[in-house]
Every structure is written in structure tokens, then in C-alpha cells.
């Protein structure tokens, strides 16, 4: 494995996580997004990591700046992949947008540049056709609060080239995650095929007004002795990541409880500016969010 320069396509909350642990782990990495605004905004939540680094790894002032120095940014794609060993996919998780730009990535990457896909319910044969380079495409799955849940699930598509996979492998080790290796494409790979239908289930008890937040999480977490429940870690992934997936699945199957739930959303959510845990609220308030508080599991 040969990788020294990373490209990070798309900024927002685990694109920008990927791109700072990369550069954390001592590579260089160009963070691609569509506006300078997005890429403000990735700026600032570069910069709000530093202080997670600091206070949960022990990282010193110098280690966290020299890794924010090994990053640049661009709203250029062509840019931001010129020297590119290996580009991270972590756009939307909208099939139509992913497609459109493995079209545009292929056209503009060099020859050598492995890409892969940090979808979290998506399957790479969807897309490899459109990369162009199908042997050297793969799956790269991180979780979320990259710095602490050190994991990452590699997943080949049938066309995937060995040589390619194994290089991934060390380059997640590289960047001091656990490789989790999948040689068969499965949706949701291993984590999300255990967590997605524990949090679609929890959605869908709020949905049908069964029940609220708080009582679905504090019952969960009696219930197995999780640190979070459900809507906890939706704040985490985030509601816009939540509202693609009960969308995408709405629109596929013509599911109504998917509706509801993608409309719940948006209206309750989205619209108001309740994103999760990176705008201070989304099912809580941050950052002392009520499942915080000792009493929480008493009363």
C-alpha cells in the first residue's frame, strides 16, 4: 500500500471525520464539496474536532494543527483529485447523485486512483459500471465519531480487484481503525444489517405515535444496558442521513409508513434546523441532552 495523498469527496459530518483522521494519521488529504460555503462549513467542524481529539485521545495542540495543516480544500474536482491515490466517496445517500458523480470522478482522476464509497446502505455493483474502473472500486465504511469507534468495513463488489481490497485494508489500519473485512456484498455490511433495523424500528414506534423519544431510548437502554438508545444515535448519524434512507425507501418500495416517517422529517426536523448532535438539537438538546442525566433511566 502506497497511498500518500487522500481525496475526501463530500464535507459534511463523517466526510469531514474521514478527511481530519486521515490527516491525523499523517497523510495528505484534499476535501472535495460542491460550494465554498459546504467547505466553510467542514472548516468549522474540522476545527470543532480538534478539541474531541484533545480531550478524548490526549492529543496534544501541536498534533492536532500540524493534521488540519496536512489538509486542503477544494470546490473543484478536478483539483482536489490531481495527485489522488485513493478517493473517499461520502456524498448523499441518493443513488441518482452517486452515479452522476462517478461519471464526473472518473472522467477527471488519474489512472491510478482507487476509489471507494463510504455508503452506508447502498451496495458498490450499483455504482461500478458508472466509476469506469470497476476493478479498482470498493467499499470503505467508517462509523460515526470516527476517532473513537475505530472501526472499518471493507466490502468488494464481485469485480473488485484482490490487490486493490488488501490495500485498503492496511490503509484503514494505517489510519488506526479495525479492518472488518466482508468478501461478499451485503446491504448494510455488518454494522448497519445489526444497527439500521433497531433505528428504522424506533422510528417507526415514534411514527405511529406508539410512543416518544425518550421512552423509546430509556427502554432500550434499561432493556440491554446500551450506553445509547435509538434516537440518540440518530443524533449522532444525523436526522438529513435518517431522512435519505426513509425517503430512498419510501420512493422504492411506496412503503407509507416510509412517507410518514421521510415527512416526520423533514417538517419536524430538517425544516427546523434540528440536524442532530452538529446544530445543538435534533430528537435531544446538546450539550447536556436529557439521556445524559443520571435520572434519566430512574424516573
Do not use: C
Amino acid at each position: 500500500m502506497n497511498y500518500k495523498n487522500i481525496t475526501v469527496a463530500g464535507s459534511g459530518v463523517l466526510g469531514s471525520q474521514i478527511a481530519y483522521q486521515t490527516a491525523f494519521n499523517g497523510f495528505n488529504v484534499s476535501v472535495y464539496d460542491i460550494t465554498d460555503d459546504a467547505l466553510e462549513m467542514a472548516k468549522d467542524r474540522v476545527i470543532k474536532l480538534k478539541e474531541n481529539y484533545k480531550k478524548d485521545l490526549g492529543a496534544t495542540d501541536e498534533q492536532v494543527d500540524q493534521a488540519f495543516n496536512r489538509m486542503s480544500f477544494y470546490s473543484d474536482l478536478t483539483q482536489a483529485t490531481a495527485d489522488a491515490d485513493l478517493v473517499i466517496e461520502a456524498i448523499p445517500e441518493v443513488v441518482k447523485i452517486k452515479i452522476d458523480f462517478y461519471h464526473e470522478l472518473g472522467k477527471v482522476a488519474p489512472e491510478k486512483t482507487i476509489f471507494a464509497t463510504n455508503s452506508s446502505t447502498l451496495l458498490p455493483s450499483q455504482f461500478a459500471e458508472a466509476t469506469g474502473r470497476p476493478e479498482q472500486f470498493l467499499a470503505l465504511h467508517f462509523a460515526n465519531e470516527i476517532w473513537k469507534n475505530n472501526t472499518a468495513e471493507v466490502m468488494k463488489h464481485p469485480g473488485t480487484n484482490m490487490d486493490v481490497f488488501n490495500d485498503v485494508v492496511e490503509f484503514a489500519r494505517a489510519i488506526g481503525m479495525v479492518p472488518l473485512q466482508l468478501h461478499k456484498e451485503q446491504p448494510g455490511y455488518i454494522l448497519n444489517s445489526l444497527l439500521v433495523p433497531l433505528l428504522e424500528a424506533a422510528q417507526q414506534l415514534l411514527v405511529k405515535e406508539v410512543s416518544d423519544p425518550d421512552t423509546i431510548d430509556k427502554t432500550w437502554m434499561i432493556g440491554t444496558g446500551a450506553p445509547l438508545g435509538p434516537f440518540a444515535i440518530l443524533d449522532v448519524v444525523g436526522i438529513r442521513t435518517a431522512y435519505n434512507i426513509s425517503s430512498g425507501k419510501a420512493e422504492a418500495t411506496g412503503n407509507e409508513d416510509f412517507k410518514k416517517l421521510a415527512e416526520l422529517l423533514k417538517t419536524e426536523y430538517i425544516d427546523k434546523g434540528k440536524l442532530g448532535r452538529e446544530t445543538g438539537e435534533g430528537f435531544y438538546k446538546y450539550p447536556n441532552p436529557a439521556f445524559a442525566n443520571p435520572s434519566f433511566l430512574k424516573s
